[in-house]
C-alpha cells in the first residue's frame, strides 16, 4: 500500500510540476488529453480484472500452466489490437486536434503511441495481482510513475510542450511492462496447458469487466473533457486543477480494492461468504477518503497555490467540493470490484445507468464548474445507493 501511494503521489508530482510549466491554458490541454486515454485505455483494463480474477481462481485448483497458456493468448490478441486502435488514432489526429481546439496534432499523435504499451501492461500486472504478488505489482506502479514524471518534464524543459508532457505516458507504459515481464517469467516458468475455462466464459467476463471499466473511466473524466470543450480555456484550466487534486481522494483509497479484488475471487470460487470482507473493506475506503477530503478543506487555496502555482489560485474554492464527489467515487470502485469478483453483472448496469444521466447533464444543465461538481457528486452516489437498494452488498451474509 505504501508503494502504491508512492505511486500515486510521483503521478500527482507529475501533473504540479507540469502544470507550473505549462501554464493554466496548455495545461487544461493535456488534462483533456489524459482524459481521452484514460478512457481509451480503460475498457482494456479488462485484461487485469480477467486474469487477475483467473489467476486466483486457478491457483486454487492449481494451474501455473494454464495461467501461461491463457496469457499468452490475451497478450497475442492485445498487441493486434494495440497496433488497430494506435494507427486509427493516429489517422483522426487532425479531428481530435480540432475538437479540443489543439494548434497541432503532434500531441494526438503522441497520445496514439502512448496507447499501445498501455493496453498490454494491464494483461501482466493482472496475473501479478491475481497471484497476490502485490510487492511486484507495487513495484512496477512505481516504476512507470517514475518514468512518467522523469520523460514528461525532461521533454516539456526541452521544449516539446504538451507533445513533451503526453511522451511520459509512452515512457510510463514500456518502463513497468519490461519488469512485469521479468517477474512473471520466474513465476510462470512451466509448459503451458489450455485453461480449463470455456471461450463463452472468458467473453462474458471480459465483456463486463470492458463495460465496468468503460463506465467508471467516463465517471471519473467525462467532466474533464466536457470542461475543455465548454469553459473558457482560463476556467477549464483551474477546473482541471481542482480535479486533480480532488482525484488524490480517489487513488489514495485505490489499493484497497485492488487487494480485495483476488481475494474475494478466491473466496467466491471456494464458496465462501465475503460480507465481512466488503464492509471491512468500504469502512477502509471511506476512512481514508474523507481524511483526504478534511485536508483539502481546511486549505484548499494553500494547497493549490503550493502545488500548481498564484495562477491557480482560483482553483481553491472548488477543492474541497470536488473530493467529497471522489468519495463517492472511491467507494464506487470498491463496490465495482466486489461485484466483479463474483461475476454479478448487475452493478454493470447500475454504473452505466448514472453514467449516462451524467453526460446527459453535463450536457444540458449550465456549463460552470459547480455545476459539473454536483453532476459527478449526484453520479457517484446516486449509483451507490442505488446498488445497495438493489443488491444490498453491504448486508451480505458473513459467517465471519
Not at 247 to 259: D, E, H, R, T
Not at 292 to 309: D, E, Q, S, T
Given at each position: 500500500?505504501?508503494?502504491?501511494?508512492?505511486?500515486?503521489?510521483?503521478?500527482?508530482?507529475?501533473?504540479?510540476?507540469?502544470?507550473?510549466?505549462?501554464g493554466?491554458?496548455?495545461?487544461?490541454?493535456?488534462?483533456?488529453?489524459?482524459?481521452?486515454?484514460?478512457?481509451?485505455?480503460?475498457?482494456?483494463?479488462?485484461?487485469?480484472?480477467?486474469?487477475?480474477?483467473?489467476?486466483?481462481?486457478?491457483?486454487?485448483?492449481?494451474?501455473?500452466g494454464?495461467?501461461?497458456?491463457?496469457?499468452?493468448?490475451?497478450?497475442?490478441?492485445?498487441?493486434?489490437?494495440?497496433?488497430?486502435?494506435?494507427?486509427?488514432?493516429?489517422?483522426?489526429?487532425?479531428?481530435?486536434?480540432?475538437?479540443?481546439?489543439?494548434?497541432?496534432?503532434?500531441?494526438?499523435?503522441?497520445?496514439?503511441?502512448?496507447?499501445?504499451?498501455?493496453?498490454?501492461?494491464?494483461?501482466?500486472?493482472?496475473?501479478?495481482?491475481?497471484?497476490?504478488?502485490f510487492?511486484?505489482?507495487?513495484?512496477a506502479?512505481?516504476?512507470?510513475?517514475?518514468?512518467?514524471?522523469?520523460?514528461?518534464?525532461?521533454?516539456?524543459?526541452?521544449?516539446?510542450?504538451?507533445?513533451?508532457?503526453?511522451?511520459?505516458?509512452?515512457?510510463?507504459g514500456?518502463?513497468?511492462?519490461?519488469?512485469?515481464?521479468?517477474?512473471?517469467?520466474?513465476?510462470?516458468?512451466?509448459?503451458?496447458?489450455?485453461?480449463?475455462?470455456?471461450?463463452?466464459?472468458?467473453?462474458?467476463?471480459?465483456?463486463?469487466?470492458?463495460?465496468?471499466?468503460?463506465?467508471?473511466?467516463?465517471?471519473?473524466?467525462?467532466?474533464?473533457?466536457?470542461?475543455?470543450?465548454?469553459?473558457?480555456?482560463?476556467?477549464?484550466?483551474?477546473?482541471?486543477?481542482?480535479?486533480?487534486?480532488?482525484?488524490?481522494?480517489?487513488?489514495?483509497?485505490?489499493?484497497?480494492?485492488?487487494l480485495?479484488?483476488?481475494?474475494?475471487?478466491?473466496?467466491?470460487?471456494?464458496?465462501?461468504?465475503?460480507?465481512?470482507?466488503?464492509?471491512?473493506?468500504?469502512?477502509?475506503?471511506?476512512?481514508?477518503?474523507?481524511?483526504?477530503?478534511?485536508?483539502?478543506?481546511?486549505?484548499?487555496?494553500?494547497?493549490?497555490?503550493?502545488?500548481?502555482?498564484?495562477?491557480?489560485?482560483?482553483?481553491?474554492?472548488?477543492?474541497?467540493?470536488?473530493?467529497?464527489?471522489?468519495?463517492?467515487?472511491?467507494?464506487?470502485?470498491?463496490?465495482?470490484?466486489?461485484?466483479?469478483?463474483?461475476?454479478?453483472?448487475?452493478?454493470?448496469?447500475?454504473?452505466?445507468?448514472?453514467?449516462?444521466?451524467?453526460?446527459?447533464?453535463?450536457?444540458?444543465?449550465?456549463h460552470?464548474?459547480?455545476?459539473?461538481?454536483?453532476?459527478v457528486?449526484?453520479?457517484?452516489?446516486?449509483?451507490?445507493?442505488?446498488?445497495?437498494?438493489?443488491?444490498?452488498?453491504?448486508?451480505?451474509?458473513?459467517?465471519?
Amino acid at each position: 500500500m505504501l508503494a502504491t501511494t508512492g505511486g500515486s503521489f510521483l503521478n500527482f508530482l507529475y501533473h504540479f510540476v507540469i502544470g507550473r510549466m505549462l501554464g493554466p491554458a496548455d495545461y487544461a490541454a493535456l488534462v483533456a488529453l489524459i482524459s481521452v486515454f484514460a478512457t481509451v485505455t480503460a475498457p482494456m483494463g479488462v485484461s487485469q480484472t480477467l486474469l487477475a480474477d483467473v489467476t486466483a481462481r486457478l491457483l486454487v485448483l492449481g494451474g501455473a500452466g494454464e495461467i501461461r497458456h491463457l496469457l499468452q493468448r490475451i497478450a497475442g490478441g492485445l498487441a493486434v489490437l494495440a497496433v488497430l486502435v494506435v494507427g486509427g488514432m493516429a489517422l483522426a489526429s487532425g479531428q481530435l486536434s480540432q475538437f479540443m481546439h489543439l494548434l497541432s496534432p503532434v500531441p494526438v499523435v503522441v497520445l496514439a503511441l502512448a496507447v499501445g504499451p498501455a493496453l498490454l501492461l494491464p494483461a501482466l500486472t493482472g496475473v501479478l495481482q491475481g497471484w497476490q504478488d502485490f510487492r511486484g505489482m507495487s513495484l512496477a506502479g512505481l516504476l512507470g510513475s517514475a518514468a512518467r514524471l522523469a520523460a514528461g518534464v525532461g521533454f516539456v524543459w526541452l521544449g516539446f510542450g504538451v507533445s513533451g508532457a503526453m511522451a511520459g505516458f509512452v515512457a510510463a507504459g514500456l518502463a513497468p511492462a519490461g519488469l512485469a515481464l521479468f517477474l512473471l517469467g520466474r513465476r510462470l516458468n512451466v509448459p503451458p496447458q489450455p485453461a480449463a475455462i470455456t471461450r463463452e466464459e472468458l467473453m462474458r467476463f471480459s465483456l463486463q469487466v470492458a463495460l465496468a471499466s468503460l463506465g467508471f473511466a467516463a465517471l471519473t473524466n467525462a467532466d474533464v473533457v466536457f470542461a475543455r470543450r465548454f469553459f473558457a480555456p482560463e476556467q477549464a484550466g483551474y477546473y482541471s486543477a481542482a480535479a486533480t487534486l480532488g482525484k488524490i481522494v480517489l487513488f489514495l483509497p485505490g489499493p484497497v480494492a485492488m487487494l480485495m479484488f483476488p481475494k474475494s475471487s478466491a473466496r467466491h470460487a471456494a464458496g465462501e461468504s465475503r460480507g465481512s470482507m466488503i464492509r471491512k473493506s468500504a469502512l477502509g475506503t471511506l476512512g481514508l477518503s474523507l481524511a483526504v477530503v478534511g485536508v483539502l478543506a481546511i486549505w484548499p487555496a494553500g494547497i493549490v497555490k503550493l502545488l500548481f502555482g498564484a495562477d491557480f489560485a482560483q482553483a481553491g474554492q472548488w477543492v474541497g467540493l470536488y473530493g467529497v464527489a471522489m468519495t463517492g467515487t472511491a467507494l464506487v470502485n470498491l463496490f465495482m470490484a466486489h461485484y466483479l469478483a463474483a461475476h454479478d453483472h448487475r452493478f454493470v448496469l447500475v454504473l452505466l445507468g448514472f453514467v449516462a444521466a451524467q453526460l446527459v447533464c453535463l450536457t444540458l444543465l449550465p456549463h460552470t464548474p459547480l455545476v459539473y461538481i454536483l453532476v459527478v457528486a449526484g453520479s457517484s452516489w446516486g449509483a451507490l445507493l442505488a446498488a445497495e437498494a438493489w443488491l444490498g452488498g453491504l448486508r451480505e451474509h458473513s459467517s465471519r
